[in-house]
């Protein structure tokens, strides 16, 4: 089993809908991370959280709003999304966020936009 | 530039065969650190190995190996007497020595038929 937990594993929203994954680590970790994965290609880095603050936002449109309540959760918050959206999302930690600290992964969330 | 290249898109063999899966990197930095991680089709990334530019020692793990040749900045991995378990997507990737940012290849898909 992966120690970070992700909710749901499935999603389907509709473009107008809210919505909001969620992310849990209990490791100690203080640095947490967003991903977004398209089939067949490498995740690609959304948001940095490193000691509960936003480290890097990696150009991601303001329909992805990613909140840290505490250092084990992490939420990305959707609203407006577009078909493109559809991926997997994939929440990761780290002890610090240095480089020479692997991340750990959660087993994602696949969102489908219709 | 930072560059990871998994030059084989997909590789199939027959389980108890050897397969090696390369990885080719570009860096201009000194310190640095490479990654292997494993994505099962259940989405998550499961991390292998991690090895700092300093240590070029070759390491065991198993039915798993790995080669780091900084002469020829690659860092490819062997798995030997493949199993259907193995079956999975690849990821090699790279990091900078104080940074968040995980660089990763393009993913090698290994399918192994019984």
């Known amino acids: 089993d992966t120690e970070v937990t992700q909710t749901p594993k499935h999603l389907v929203m509709g473009m107008t809908n809210k919505k909001s994954l969620k992310c849990e680590q209990h490791?100690?970790?203080?640095?947490m991370y967003w991903y977004k994965q398209k089939a067949k290609k490498p995740p690609e880095l959304m948001f940095v959280?490193?000691?509960?603050?936003?480290?890097i936002n990696e150009s991601v449109p303001s329909r992805f709003s990613p909140e840290c309540p505490n250092s084990s959760l992490l939420n990305l918050h959707l609203h407006a999304l577009q078909p493109e959206d559809s991926a997997l999302y994939l929440c990761?930690?780290?002890?610090?966020?240095?480089?020479?600290?692997?991340?750990?992964f959660g087993d994602g969330t696949r969102l489908s936009i219709l | 530039a930072q560059k990871v290249t998994q030059a084989q898109t997909e590789i199939s063999v027959v389980e108890k065969e050897d397969v090696t899966l390369d990885c080719v990197y570009e860096?201009?930095?000194?310190?640095?650190?490479l990654f292997w991680y494993k994505q099962p089709p259940s989405g998550e990334l499961v991390f292998l190995i991690r090895?700092?530019?300093?240590?070029?020692q070759n390491e065991i793990s198993g039915r798993y190996s790995w080669n780091f040749q900084k002469s020829t900045s690659s860092f490819n991995f062997t798995i030997t007497a493949s199993q259907v378990v193995d079956s999975a997507v690849y990821f090699c990737?790279?990091?900078?020595?104080?940074?968040?940012?995980?660089?990763f290849g393009s993913g090698t898909r290994l399918l192994v038929r019984p």
């Open positions: 959280y490193s000691y509960e603050k936003l480290s």
């Open positions: 490791m100690g970790h203080r640095a």
């Open positions: 990761a930690s780290s002890p610090s966020g240095l480089g020479n600290q692997p991340q750990h």
């Open positions: 860096t201009r930095d000194t310190t640095y650190y």
């Open positions: 090895r700092n530019s300093f240590d070029e």
């Open positions: 990737a790279l990091s900078r020595d104080s940074s968040y940012k995980l660089i």
